[in-house]
């Protein structure tokens, strides 16, 4: 059977596509570059939103991305079911496309940070999760100036209440998220955003924390090959 | 020609990180007095012709749009005279 195909989006600016295709590669799919002037998701199967500073982050991050050529295909696939994982500036975009509730706002601290950082995973229903268990604690890097999710007192109970909360940073909060979130997903599942990077976590030789961001690509192969 | 200000302010109950910055810079440097620092962004929209109630209402349409994030961010628009 033909491999699963996995796009792969590069807006100006982003800067881990590179990363994120040889991740897809590394775990069998075959990954899919996918431009943003484009109004074309070349039938791929799933699509990823790499970080960077996409659009130089001019006004807010994701901001201007949001309505490239490219999302406007993307919005309602994501919409009807189509898989779609954003890390970082990835995650930015899908909360400024309102696929994903709230904002990610300036660090708490002000700095940059750049670092290993502890996450428990709290949903492992998801179509990017479901490769770990509920509970279990990974090592992913960390690197974003803007990355303090925040959202209104319902939206957040309500992320809460139905465990769409589906990472959370452990071992010191590195942003100042509100609940210490540093993932979500949207209500059927198929949309997950988070700033930690499975996609600089898939091999030893790159001097990787762990090889914990495997668990994003194999989650997802097997949601594709089993479709 | 007009010059339509939109001015955008996170909302008052998101933390400002940058503000409390300069709130605590400013007594460094011998303002005493001070209480608090939101920031926030200003633009400056020129349109053409007069900015008459429809030129306005396009004008939030963009603030509403592009210019602020209304998740988090509340905006003003005044004509500028």
């Known amino acids: 059977m033909n491999a699963a195909r996995v796009g792969v989006v590069t807006f100006p600016g982003t800067l881990d596509d590179q990363d994120a295709a040889r991740a897809v590669r590394l775990a069998g799919a075959e990954p899919v570059p996918l431009w943003h002037a484009d109004h074309d998701l070349k039938g791929v199967d799933a699509v990823f939103l790499p970080g960077g500073f996409s659009y130089g982050d001019y006004l807010r991050c994701g901001a201007i991305s949001r309505f490239s050529p490219l999302m406007d295909e993307l919005i309602p696939a994501a919409r009807a079911g189509l898989p779609v994982l954003g890390t970082c500036n990835g ?3 899908l909360c400024e496309a309102h696929l994903l509730p709230g904002a990610l706002t300036r660090n708490g601290g002000l700095h940059y ?3 290993d950082q502890g996450i428990r995973v709290e949903n492992a229903d998801t179509a990017w999760t479901s490769d770990f268990e509920a509970g279990q604690e990974i090592v992913l890097p960390v690197k974003h100036g803007e990355g303090r999710y925040v959202a209104d007192t319902e939206t957040l109970a309500a992320l809460e209440r ?5 990472f959370r940073y452990v071992g010191g909060n590195p942003n100042g998220s509100l609940n210490d979130i540093a993932g979500i997903t949207n209500e059927a599942g198929n949309v997950v955003g988070l700033m930690p990077h499975p996609e600089h976590a898939v091999e030893e030789l790159t001097g990787a924390p762990s090889v914990d961001g495997r668990g994003f690509f194999t989650s997802i192969l097997k949601r594709l090959v089993n479709a | 020609m007009a010059r339509v200000i939109v001015d955008v302010m996170l909302k008052p109950e998101i933390l400002d990180p940058q503000g409390q910055a300069i709130a605590r810079a400013l007594p460094r440097l011998g303002f005493s007095g001070v209480q608090d620092v939101r920031q926030g962004k200003r633009f400056e929209v020129e349109i053409e012709g007069e900015a008459d109630e429809a030129a306005l209402a396009e004008v939030r349409k963009m603030a509403e ?7 988090i961010e509340d905006f003003t628009v005044h004509v500028e005279r």
């Open chain 1, 91 to 93: 995650f930015q975009i």
């Open chain 1, 113 to 115: 940070i750049c670092r």
């Open chain 1, 162 to 166: 139905d465990g769409r909360v589906v």
């Open chain 2, 65 to 71: 749009t592009l210019l602020a994030n209304t998740v």
